[in-house]
């Protein structure tokens, strides 16, 4: 998306990014169903902010507004959803963390999904990035909850 603040300095006031998330929010999860064609077990989030601007406004455009209308549009999550950000030139590669929708500390959650974007952020831009996945690692044994023992916490 076009960067409302490039160019501009330090802006006080991100309102208008924060705002503009909540709809883009709700997009992208409602493509990450239709595209992985269930409901996600896990989830996270990354931006890119190009050369005229700050990171701070990528920040914005991923706050709760982003998360909660994603959750939303995903069916639900109870856990926050990992993130990260950076200023980026056009052609960046960002990790994107993955954990559990519903718990954070189910360990065989953990993950991360590399994104390149080929022709962005140019200066001007933002890369707004929600990644999704059916599953966890394969394999995993690291301890942590499990699935059920979170499934548990939540119901009771």
Not at 79 to 104: G, H, M, N, Q, R
Request: glycine share 10%; aromatic share 6%.
């Amino acid at each position: 998306m076009s960067n409302p603040c490039a160019g501009q300095g330090y802006v006080a006031d991100l309102s208008h990014i924060v705002e503009a998330s909540f709809d883009i929010g709700t997009t992208l999860g409602g493509e990450a169903i239709r595209l992985l064609g269930d409901t996600p077990q896990s989830y996270g989030k990354a931006g890119l902010v190009g050369a005229d601007g700050e990171q701070e406004h990528i920040n914005a455009a991923l706050t709760s507004m982003f998360g909660n209308a994603f959750r939303d549009a995903i069916g639900g999550g109870k856990a926050w959803i990992t993130s990260v950000t950076k200023p980026a030139a056009a052609s960046a590669f960002i990790d994107v963390p993955l954990a559990y929708k519903d718990e954070i500390w189910v360990r065989s959650h953990y993950d991360a999904m590399t994104v390149h974007i080929p022709d962005a952020p140019h200066p001007d831009e933002l890369v707004i990035i929600a990644v999704v996945a059916d599953r966890g690692r394969i394999n995993a044994r690291v301890g942590g909850l499990s699935k059920a023992e979170a499934r548990a916490r939540v119901t009771s």
